[in-house]
Each structure stands twice: as C-alpha cells, then as structure tokens.
C-alpha cells in the first residue's frame, strides 16, 4: 500500500516553485513504461524493433514500375501489408510465375532487418504434376532455401487456412500461396479479404500465386493489385546460351486505378534487384547482343 | 567437540570417530581440526555417484557415506564382477579415497557386508550390529547370545518377530538375501505425468479439454522447476467402458505456454479422423510430457517488440499439428550430385540447423530449375545429329523449337553404390543435361539418360526442370 501511495501521491506533484521537477513517478506498468520509452526514443531518433525503420513499401528496384506503381500512396512501389495475385498467363509460365512471386518476397525480405523466413503453400497433388521446389535452384536466383518454410497442404482449403495462420502471424516475411486451377475451392471474396485484413495488421506481404486460371476473367478477390507474369525470352549469352531468367508482367489491376503497365523484367541476383530489359526482345534464331556479358561481347561466338 | 571423521594418518595415531576432540589434542597437540560440513560431504558423495555412472546406470546414494551400484547386466562389460569392483576400487583410490567394497546379491547385504570389512557369502558372520537397528536391541540380541547374524538366521523367525518386531525379520531378511528392496537411483528424472480421477465420469468434451488445460498447467509447473519445456506431449482419456482415446502433440520448441498447448490441442482434435466420443464418460484422464528439453527463461525487451522467434515456433507447431509433421517442411543439402537426390525435406519441428548451400559464380544464369519433376517426363526430341543438343522436342503433346541452349553438363550415375563397381556400360546412364530456352522464351532442363552409342542404342530423352 505504501508504495502505490507514494507513486500517487502528491509528494512528487511539480510544485510552482520547483518547475523542473520531474514528472510524477507513473505505477510501473510495463505497457506504461513503454509507451514512455517510445516517446523518449522517437524524441531523440532511436529507431525501435516495434517501427523498425523498414519501408512500408517495395519495389522491383526499376524507377519507371515503380514510381508509376505510387498511384496516391505515400512511397514507391507496391505496400507491403497487403495481398497481390500474381497470375500465370498460361499454364506453362507456372515456373515464372512463382519465381516472382519468390522474387517479390526476397525484394520484400530484403528490407527488414532481422531475417524471417517466407510461407510457402502449394498443394501436394499440383506439385507432384507440375513439379515442386528444387532448393538448389532457389539458391540459383539468390534465395536462401533455408528461409522458405514449405507446407505441403493437402487440398485447397487447407492451403488457405495455412495461408491464414501465417499472416496473422508476424513470424513471416511473406506468405506465398499456390493454388491450381479456374476456381481453386474456397478462393472467393470471404478468403481474400481475410488474408487481406490479416495481412494489414500484421504487415506480412501476401501473395496468391496462381496457375491455369483465366487471367481475362478472374475471379472476384481483394487483392491490392492483380498481376500476370509470363515467361520471356532471356538475351543470350555466350554461345547463345539462355540467359538470365526474364519476365513479361502486366498489371491487371491495381486499388488506386491504375492499369496496363507492362514490362519485360530480368532479374539480376547478384545485385538483388530487377532491370528493365535492355535492347529489342528477341525471338527470331538470330542471336541477340549479350547485353549482359559485356566482357564476352569481344569473343562471343556468332 | 567430537571428531566425526579421521584421516589414514590420525588412524594410525590411534584417533577415530565418536572420540572427543579435547582427548585428541591432549594426544597429538599439533592436530588439525576443521568443522564438519554434512552438506559438502553429501555433495561430494553424490559427485562420487555420478562418476559411478561409468559402471552402470543405476547408482544409488546411501547416506553418509555409502554408494549402491545395481550392476545387474552391467558386470560383464568389465570382465566380471569382481573385476569391476576392483577397478571401481582402483579409480577411488587413486582419487585418494578409501574405499571398501562387498557385492552381494540384495543391496542391504552388500552394505552391511562392506561396513564389516567382509565379502561375499560371509553374511552369517556379520554381527548383529550389521542389522542397523537401534542400539537397544543389539544389546539385547547380545544378551540372549545372538552375536552373529548366522545365529539369528537359523532361529523361527516368528519368535524373533515376537521378541524384537517385524522390522528386525525384515532387515535379516534382507540381509539374507531372502528378500531385496528397491533401490532409489540418483537419475531417477522420468517423465512428467499428471492425471485426475472422476468418481463421475466427465460427460462432455469441452470439461474434459479444460482438464486437460489444467493438466498442461500443472505439468508445465514442475518443467518450471527443472528449467525445461515440453516437446512431446501425450493424452490418455481413459472411458469409463474401457476404451481409450490417445493423442499426441509435437512442438517445434520446448514450451510451457498453455495457451499455446490449447491452440495446438484444438487442431489436434479438429484433425482427428474419428471425432472424440465421450461416450459414458472419461473417469480418468492422464497427461504425459514424453520429450521435455532445456527452455531457460527469456528477457522479454522492454520497449516491446515481438517474439517473432516465438512466433515462428508456434505457427510451426501449429501447422504440424494440423497438417501433420511431414508436411511442413525445411530443405537441407544432401551430399549427392545426382540432382533429385541432392537435397533433403525434413520435418520443420525438428530440423537440423542450417548448412550452407552451394555459392553460386557470380553473373552465372540460373543453372538449376525452380521446379524440378521427379519422377523425370518423357520427352520426343529430335536432334540434329545423336549425340547432339536437342533441336526441336514435344512435351505434353506440344512442340517446342529450341532457340538457345548450354551444354552438355554431364552427370554420371553413382557407379561406386552398384555392386560391380565401375564397368564401362554398367554402371547405370551416364546423363547429358541441356539448359534450353523455346521460341516462347520458357527454359527448361532436358537430359539424354545414356552416352549414344556407348550406354544406349537410342537414349531417351528427359525434362527433369523448369527454369525461371
């Protein structure tokens, strides 16, 4: 009793004639005692884990997507603490299409400053026809296998409700789910837009990767933005070897209205980060400049 | 002041236990007394033990001053007994400790055995003081001319029972070897087991969940106590017919949050196959922690922040729980060049720590797929010439025309697992794989499973990948 007396009290009141007294001593509450932390650390500019100083957006780290991607937010680029689709535009351009995805999500991991791993679903049955993830060629693109956790779900439904405990949490850097199909059992407006609160109030990026749907006419979700990725032809290298993985994405839908905005991305690993594609898309058997290599352009074979 | 202890130099000056300290002195004036601590002799006594673990694993403390070994089973790794009990003796005295040792075959028998200086077999001879009780009844056993155990062996042991109590049969039999009591091991530490009993069985399942929440708590109480957390949980609901539900629960951490075990407990039971049916009722429910590990405790931050570790830890166990353990996974590099076989999906809940996967060269393209198939898929493809890269291949009923490709990488099969070791042609296809990219821009891994003409008449063509 005596103690809380004394916190309460009026002993500690700043009395007029000592106006420099301190503050009155608060009942130690943690949640009080951190709230006056985090204003002493944001009066003198310590940045804190709770606002870590990451950037609430990302981008592909080309200037042209991303400041047209601003639409009337705050910063460049895409917000984190949101769901965006990314769409096969055939079933064939699967592989380009999770990349992406995957790629996204290391741009996105890429900004925090403790390393956490990134939620991989995908449905057994579509990994086993379509093949599955071959860790060493996610270390091939610059991601480290051991930050994707993998969860083989077993059907759609458990692949969401995963998906759902992994945004609320905010052990994720990114959740990706992988669904398969026209209308994959229980994607609809009710899912999304849960993944799509969750994924507000935890910051956790979220992406729905899907394949063989129909990129014309898709089905109604909450998604932020609606993108379709198709595989492009990469600029050779030496000896018209293909090069590096190459992109075609399209926006097909974006909350802040925008619309049609394409572009042929290649990615470079060793730099993290996307460039536009440099010189004409190739698709004749003529050889294009390696662009690339320009240490090998010399001596490049014909 | 009485001495409690003496060393092999005041033995031979005549000092002993029981003698008092002043006597001492007057005899030998420059002696060296220190205060008798009980708690460092037992301490010492039970490091003593521990070291005995090398013979066997059950050794038991006998204050003050003895050690019990069950080498049952033990013996023979040693020779046999004697052998070990000799090199036991050997290491205590070169540790500068007097040891005195008796095997028998009931603990009480080796002890009295050892405290009288005999060996085995010689239990008729010990005296009755052997019998550890008060010193009344020695006195009075002594008085009826009972001064050796062998004399009270062969008398009725009713009439002893009359005269001295049951406590004193029991103790002669033990020495005898006729009966054996258990002996309390120093690594006694089992698992954590907590039930309750219903005279009225529980009818509902939501009773028999909070129970078992209650259960956990308690549970987690004496994890508290030896500074651990449970990894392995395991529940029996017992139904008062006999039949008996079990479930188990798997965390990917050492834990002792019960609302956690209750999340985890909830999936558990939403991903039965059969629903829990209590039926007339659970009368006795049990929970065990089966696999328990360190789990010290943890400074939270003061300016907030989360868990994410924590967090991390419970969307594992969660997703395990629901999906089942070998669902949710984490990839390690295995060590094969083969590439199916180049890598590993265990278990999240229990991987290992991370291995450094292959660096690759700088400014090199992708050269593995993103997506592998496994089994690989048949391929038609015709090539310019046999042995050459591919030009023009048909996959899932569609052609493609190969605009660009690397190669050959050649893999050769693991000649050295086969039986008849390296043969030319025999041991197993060599692989040429080829990084291809077709007119639409989609690149994938295609491999020719055999050298033409070499290993393979007409090799077959594979696509074991898909490049970004």
């Known amino acids: ?302 | 002041m009485v001495i409690m202890a003496a060393d092999r130099q005041a033995v031979s000056l005549g000092l002993g236990t029981g003698m008092k300290l002043a006597d001492a002195r007057a005899r030998v004036p420059d002696l060296l007394a220190f205060d008798h601590q009980p708690l460092a002799d037992a301490d010492l006594l039970s490091r003593l033990a521990e070291a005995c673990e090398r013979y066997t694993p059950m050794v038991a403390v006998e204050p003050p001053h003895a050690l019990i070994l069950d080498i049952t089973g033990a013996a023979h790794l040693h020779g046999d007994e004697e052998r070990l009990a000799q090199d036991a003796e050997d290491r205590l005295d070169a540790a500068g400790y007097n040891a005195r040792w008796a095997l028998a075959g009931t603990a009480d028998a080796a002890l009295a055995l050892a405290r009288h200086g005999l060996k085995e077999g010689a239990e008729a001879q010990l005296p009755v003081a052997a019998l550890a009780m008060d010193a009344k009844t020695h006195q009075s056993l002594e008085r009826a001319g009972l001064y050796r155990i062998g004399d009270l062996a062969e008398r009725p042991r009713a009439n002893l029972a009359a005269r001295f109590g049951m406590e004193l049969t029991l103790r002669l039999d033990r020495i005898l070897g006729l009966e054996d009591r258990p002996i309390d091991p120093l690594r006694r530490i089992g698992n954590i087991v907590t039930e309750r009993r219903f005279a009225e069985p529980l009818t509902h399942i939501d009773a028999a969940l909070a129970c078992l929440s209650e259960l956990f708590a308690e549970a987690a109480e004496r994890l508290n106590e030896r500074g651990q957390g449970a990894r392995m949980i395991r529940m029996m609901l017992f139904r008062c017919d006999g039949d008996v539900a079990r479930l188990g629960l798997e965390t990917g951490a050492p834990t002792r949050d019960a609302p956690l075990f209750q999340r985890l407990l909830r999936e558990r039971i939403a991903a039965l196959n059969d629903e829990l049916n209590p039926g007339f009722g659970y009368d006795l429910i049990r929970l065990s922690i089966v696999a328990s590990e360190v789990l010290a405790p943890q400074q939270l931050r003061l300016e907030g922040g989360e868990d994410r570790r924590g967090d991390e830890v419970a969307l594992v166990s969660q997703l395990s729980t629901r999906l089942g353990r070998d669902r949710v996974q984490k990839f390690a590099p295995a060590d094969s060049h083969i590439p199916e076989q180049g890598l590993l999906a265990l278990p999240a809940l229990n991987a290992p720590p991370p291995v450094p996967w292959k660096r690759q060269s700088p400014d090199n393209p992708p050269m593995r797929p993103l997506h592998m198939f496994d089994p690989p898929q048949r391929v038609q493809v015709i090539a310019e010439v046999p042995d050459g890269p591919p030009y023009r291949f048909t996959w899932r009923r569609k052609s493609h025309q190969v605009m660009r490709y690397e190669g050959p990488e050649r893999i050769a099969s693991e000649w050295w697992q086969r039986k008849d070791g390296q043969q030319p042609g025999k041991g197993g296809l060599t692989r040429d794989y080829y990084r291809v990219e077709d007119a639409r821009g989609r690149r994938y891994w295609l491999f020719r499973h055999g050298l033409y003409g070499e290993e393979k008449a007409n090799p077959d063509w594979y696509v074991h990948g898909l490049f970004a």
Request: proline share 8%; net charge neutral.
């Open chain 1, 1 to 302: 009793m005596n103690n809380i007396d004394s916190d309460s009290g009026q002993a500690l009141e700043p009395s007029p004639d000592n106006p420099s007294a301190v503050p009155p001593a608060i009942p130690a509450k943690p949640s009080v005692l951190r709230a006056r932390l985090a204003r002493i650390l944001a009066a003198s500019g310590v940045r804190t884990s709770e606002d870590d100083g990451a950037p609430s957006h990302f981008g592909f780290g080309v200037e042209r997507i991303d400041a047209a991607l601003r639409g009337n937010a705050k910063a460049d680029g895409l917000p984190r603490a949101a769901l965006h689709e990314l769409h096969a535009e055939n079933r064939d351009d699967r592989t380009s299409a999770a990349a992406m995805a995957l790629l996204m999500a290391q741009r996105c991991r890429n900004l925090d400053q403790e390393a956490r791993p990134v939620l991989w679903i995908s449905e057994s049955g579509e990994a086993r026809r379509q093949g599955r993830l071959y860790p060493p060629g996610l270390a091939e693109l610059g991601i480290d296998p051991d930050s994707i956790l993998h969860v083989d779900a077993p059907d759609a439904i458990a692949a969401l409700r995963a998906a759902a405990d992994g945004v609320r949490s905010s052990a994720m850097a990114a959740v990706i789910i992988e669904l398969a199909g026209k209308k994959p059992k229980g994607l609809d407006l009710t899912a999304t837009r849960r993944l799509s609160l969750s994924a507000q109030k935890s910051g956790t990026l979220s992406l729905i990767l899907r394949s063989g749907s129909d990129p014309d006419n898709p089905l109604p979700t909450a998604a932020f933005s609606r993108w379709s990725v198709a595989a492009a032809p990469s600029l050779a290298l030496e000896a018209n070897a293909p090069g590096h993985p190459a992109f075609d994405i399209n926006l097909l839908r974006h909350r802040s209205g925008l619309y049609g905005l394409n572009a042929r991305l290649e990615w470079n690993r060793d730099d993290q980060v996307f460039r536009e594609q440099q010189g004409a898309p190739d698709t004749g058997a003529v050889p294009a400049l390696a662009a690339v290599r320009t240490d090998h352009q010399g001596t490049r074979a014909a």
